[in-house]
C-alpha cells in the first residue's frame, strides 16, 4: 500500500486527528489499514476510565468484524452469561415494574445465525462499556506501522494553507509544541471541538431540553461495591432503572461483578462539584432503597437534552466526526455508534483521496451523508428520551394496596412499551440510508419507510448491504472484499469483466465475489450489485456494460 501520494516532502504525515475518543481511534484504524500515514493527538495523558457509553450497536459490531476484532469487544466487559436485560423498579430494592430480556453474550453468538428480517445480521449488539471498547481501539490503531498515537498533545490552533494542515500542538502539561503538517485534519475532539470552535462552525438544534428527566445536567458515578448483587432481590440485569418522584436514575453494571455507574438528574441550579462524596452516596441509596456503602471510584457530569448538529461537518481540508459534528442526548446509546460510522464512512474515503483514485466529489459526499443521519439519529435519541422522560409519574406508584398496584400496572406497561422502543432498535441500526448522495446510483425502487424498530432488508441502492450466511457458515460480509466488491448472484452472472477493467483503468481497488445461490439473488434483487467498502449498496443492476460510468459516479468522477 502507498502511504498518500499527496503528501508533499514538507508533510509529516497525511493525516492528523485531533482526539483519540472512538471517532478519533477508528478513523486512524480505517486509515491505518489502508497505509495512510497518521498521527492521533489526545490531549489526555492517560485515558479517561470513567464508563460513559455502555451499548454498541449490532452496525458498529459488524465494522468492527470487517476490522477483524469484534471477537476481542465482545469478551470485554460482561462475563459472557451475564444477562444484558433493562429491567425497570420503583427502587433497586423494591418493586419491579418493566423489564426487557436480552441475550447473554455467549446466547447473541449463536443466536444471530439463527435470526432473520429485521436482525438478519453478522453481529448483534454488545453492551460494554466505553472504556473497554476503547481499550481495544487503542491497542489495535497502534498496532498499524502508519499510525502514531501522541497521548498527552493537545491542539491549539490549526490552519488550512490550500495546500494541506498545519496543526499547532503542545505537550498537554505545558511543555515542548511542535507544529505539524499534513494533507487533512480531523477534528474528533468531542462536543467541545475546539477545531470545530476554530472553523467558526456552530451546532444547529435544541440544547436546553427539560424534562423531570434526561433534560438537565446529570451527575454520574462509578463505584465499587461486592455486595450490592446480594441485596437485589430480582433478576440480574445490565441495567437497572429506579422510576420514583423522589429520585430517578439508572445503573449500568460494568464487569458484572462488583462495579457499576449510576447516573441521576441534579435539581436545576444544583452544581455537581459541590455534591460531597456522602451526598452522592445518599442519591444512590435513595434509589436503591437501602443502606450500602459503596466505594466510589469516579464522578462526572453532563447535560441531557442536546439534540445537535453542526451547521457543516467540512472546511477545505478540515473535517469533523463524531461529538464534535453531533451531540446526543444518550437515549438509544447513539451519540458513539454514530461516531463510529462517522470515521468509517470518511476512512475509505479520504484514504481514497491520498491514494489518488478518488474524484472530486467523494469527499464532499461525507458531509452530505453523515449529517442527514446525524440529524436522524439525534432526533430519534430525542424522541426516546421524551418517552423516557416526559411520562409523569402516579402520585401512588409506591404505596402499598389496589391503587399503588394500579399505578405500578399503568407504569409499568409505558415502560415495557418504553423498553422496546428504545433497545429494540434494528431499524435505526441497520436501516439508515444515503438516499439523494450523489455517489449512489438510485435505480427508481422506492427505500423502505425509516421505522426505529424495524428493518428491511434491501438491496436499494444507498442502505446497508442486506446480510446473508453463506453455506459454507461464514458471513456474507467475511467474503466481501476491503474496499469496493463486485457481487455477482446466480448460476451464470453477468461477465465482471467491464468491472475489472474500468476499475483497473481507474485504479480502483476491487474484488468480484460470485455468489451462486437463489437465496442472495432474490434478497438483492438484481444479478449484480456494487458494494462499498463501508458495506452501504452504491449501485445494482444486470448488466456490467456501463461499468465505467458507474464506477466514475460511485467514486466521486463528476
Ligand atoms: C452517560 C453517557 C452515556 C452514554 N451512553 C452511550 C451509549 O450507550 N451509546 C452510545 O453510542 N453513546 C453513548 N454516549 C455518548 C458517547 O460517550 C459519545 O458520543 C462518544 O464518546 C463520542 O466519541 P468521540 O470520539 O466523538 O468523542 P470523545 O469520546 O469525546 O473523544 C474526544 C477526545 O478528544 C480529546 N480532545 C479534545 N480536545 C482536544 C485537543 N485540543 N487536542 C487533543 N485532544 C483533544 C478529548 O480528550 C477526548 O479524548 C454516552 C454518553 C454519556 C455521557
Redo the contacts with the bound molecule.
Keep these: 500500500m502507498q502511504s498518500g501520494n499527496q503528501v508533499g516532502e514538507r508533510q509529516d504525515c497525511a493525516v492528523v486527528i ?7 481511534l477508528m478513523l486512524a484504524i480505517e486509515l491505518g489499514r489502508r497505509g495512510v500515514s497518521t498521527v492521533v ?4 495523558a492517560e485515558p ?1 476510565r470513567f464508563p ?4 454498541t ?1 449490532a452496525r458498529t459490531m459488524e465494522h468492527y468484524r470487517r476490522l477483524g476484532f469484534a471477537e476481542k469487544v465482545r469478551a470485554q466487559g460482561l462475563p459472557p452469561d451475564y444477562p444484558t436485560d433493562i429491567a425497570y423498579f420503583t427502587r433497586y430494592t423494591k418493586y419491579e415494574l418493566a423489564r426487557f430480556s436480552l441475550p447473554s453474550a455467549r446466547q447473541a453468538r449463536a443466536m444471530v445465525k439463527t435470526l432473520s428480517g429485521s436482525w438478519s445480521a453478522a453481529e448483534l449488539p454488545h453492551r460494554v462499556s ?1 472504556i473497554f471498547v476503547e481499550d481495544v481501539l487503542r491497542a489495535e490503531a497502534a498496532a498499524l506501522p502508519s499510525v502514531s498515537l501522541r497521548p498527552g ?4 490552533a490549526l490552519r488550512d494553507t490550500g495546500a494541506g494542515v498545519e496543526v499547532d500542538a503542545e505537550r498537554a502539561d505545558g511543555g515542548e509544541r511542535t507544529t505539524l503538517r499534513a494533507a487533512y485534519a480531523v477534528g ?5 471541538s ?1 477545531t470545530r470552535k476554530a472553523l467558526g462552525l456552530s451546532y444547529i438544534g435544541e440544547s436546553g431540553a427539560v424534562r423531570d428527566f434526561m433534560g438537565g445536567r ?1 451527575f ?1 458515578i462509578h463505584f465499587r461495591s461486592s455486595q450490592l448483587y446480594d441485596l437485589l432481590p430480582h433478576a440480574r440485569a445490565w441495567m437497572y432503572w429506579a422510576i420514583n418522584r423522589e429520585r430517578r436514575g439508572f445503573m449500568a453494571s460494568v464487569d458484572g461483578r462488583d462495579q457499576f455507574t449510576f ?1 441521576t438528574q441534579l435539581a436545576p441550579g444544583q452544581q455537581a462539584e459541590r455534591i460531597s462524596d456522602a451526598e452522592a452516596k445518599a442519591m444512590f441509596q435513595q434509589a436503591l432503597a437501602a443502606r450500602l456503602d459503596v466505594e466510589i471510584v469516579g464522578r462526572s457530569a ?1 447535560n441531557a437534552g442536546y439534540t445537535l448538529v453542526a451547521e457543516k461537518f467540512r472546511r477545505g481540508r478540515i473535517i469533523l ?4 459534528a453531533h451531540l ?1 442526548t ?1 437515549t438509544g ?7 463510529v460510522e462517522d470515521a468509517v464512512n470518511l476512512g475509505w474515503k479520504l484514504a481514497a483521496a491520498l491514494h489518488g483514485w478518488a474524484g472530486p466529489a467523494l469527499l464532499d459526499s461525507y458531509e452530505f451523508e453523515r449529517q442527514a443521519i446525524a440529524r436522524r439519529n439525534t432526533t430519534y435519541a430525542r424522541g426516546f428520551a421524551d418517552s423516557l422522560g416526559l411520562f409523569v409519574l402516579p402520585a401512588e406508584l409506591e404505596d402499598d394496596g389496589p391503587a399503588g398496584e394500579a399505578a405500578r400496572k399503568r407504569t409499568g406497561d409505558h415502560y415495557n412499551h418504553h423498553a422496546r422502543f428504545e433497545f429494540n432498535i434494528p431499524g435505526i441500526t441497520f436501516g439508515g440510508r444515503y438516499d439523494g448522495s450523489p455517489i449512489i446510483i438510485a435505480d427508481g425502487t422506492a427505500p423502505p419507510r425509516d421505522l426505529p424498530n424495524d428493518y428491511a432488508p434491501t438491496a436499494c441502492p444507498g442502505g446497508r448491504a442486506p446480510h446473508l450466511w453463506l453455506g459454507d457458515g461464514r458471513s456474507l460480509y467475511d467474503a466481501l472484499g476491503f474496499e469496493f466488491t463486485l457481487l455477482q448472484f446466480g448460476a451464470k452472472p453477468p461477465d465482471a469483466a467491464p468491472f475489472r477493467a474500468a476499475a483497473e483503468a481507474m485504479h480502483i481497488p476491487l474484488a468480484t465475489v460470485h455468489i451462486a445461490c437463489d437465496e442472495a439473488r432474490n434478497l438483492y434483487d438484481a444479478d449484480l450489485a456494487l458494494i462499498r467498502p463501508d458495506q452501504i449498496v452504491a449501485w445494482r443492476g444486470h448488466s456490467a456494460a456501463n461499468a465505467g460510468d458507474v464506477l466514475k459516479r460511485v467514486t466521486g468522477r463528476f
Aim: net charge negative; proline share 7%.
Design positions: 485531533i482526539g483519540a475518543g472512538p471517532c478519533g493527538l489526545e490531549e489526555k479517561s460513559s457509553a455502555n451499548a450497536q466505553q498533545w493537545r491542539m491549539v474528533a475532539d468531542g462536543g467541545g475546539p446529570m454520574a447516573h453532563w466526526g463524531g461529538d464534535a446526543f444518550p446509546g447513539l451519540g458513539y455508534n454514530t461516531a
